[in-house]
């Protein structure tokens, strides 16, 4: 009864349903996948093979939409794709790094630019202070070694370390960029507008213009 029972039981039929061959790193057909009876099953079995068959062409036709994926397949696709990227990720990747290296362009120009504004606000309560300094060098009140003259000097060396620079110089083309014009001579001494005279310094911090240059034009005659 025993040796009846170990002839009429099936070993066990084992089955790779793993889509992606774990050694090939390829995409398997569900065909492939599913596979015929390991060797050595009993030939008292050929009915539900055949049967099997039947069900195995039927799930052939199913596409690989409605494959399931298991762990290791999704394991296996992930360590391919590590050791050996694809064009289209190595694009990606390309991509996402110059996007970065633009992106801390930019935060550093802003930060730049924003700490330039900041200095700039506080430096620019000054600037009336350096007018005077500049009328009273015209008159000649800072000539020698006077404190006023010491005291101006170190003024103006202070806020040329914060990045003050003046601009405005008489003979210069005139520009609407950096000047201000409060009046103009018609003169047949120049082809262009120049700058007859600075009434005002203009001043620059970094790449933020304070104020501009209020000049008097010479502007040629028609």
Partial sequence: MTDEQNQNH????????RRIDPETGEVRHHADAEGAPAEGAPEAAGAE???????????????????????????NAAQAEVQ???????????????????????????????????????????????????????????????????IAAKLRAQVEKLGLTSFGEVGEPFDPQHHEAIFQQPSDEVEVDTVADVVETGYNLGSVQLRPAKVVVKTPQA
């Fill in 84 to 150: 050996e990227p694809s064009d289209e990720h190595l694009a990606d990747l390309k991509r996402v790094t110059a996007e970065y290296a633009n992106y801390r362009k930019r935060t550093e120009a802003n930060r730049e630019l924003e700490r330039e504004r900041a200095v700039g606000a506080a430096v620019a309560v000054l600037l009336p202070v350096l007018d005077d300094l500049d009328r009273a060098e015209k008159h000649g009140d800072l000539e020698g070694d006077t404190p006023f003259a010491t």
């Fill in 49 to 75: 093979t055949g049967a099997a068959g039947e069900a195995g062409a039927e799930a052939s036709d199913l596409t690989d939409d409605e494959y399931e994926l298991t762990v290791d397949d999704i394991l």
């Fill in 10 to 17: 099936e070993e066990p039929v084992i089955r790779d349903k």
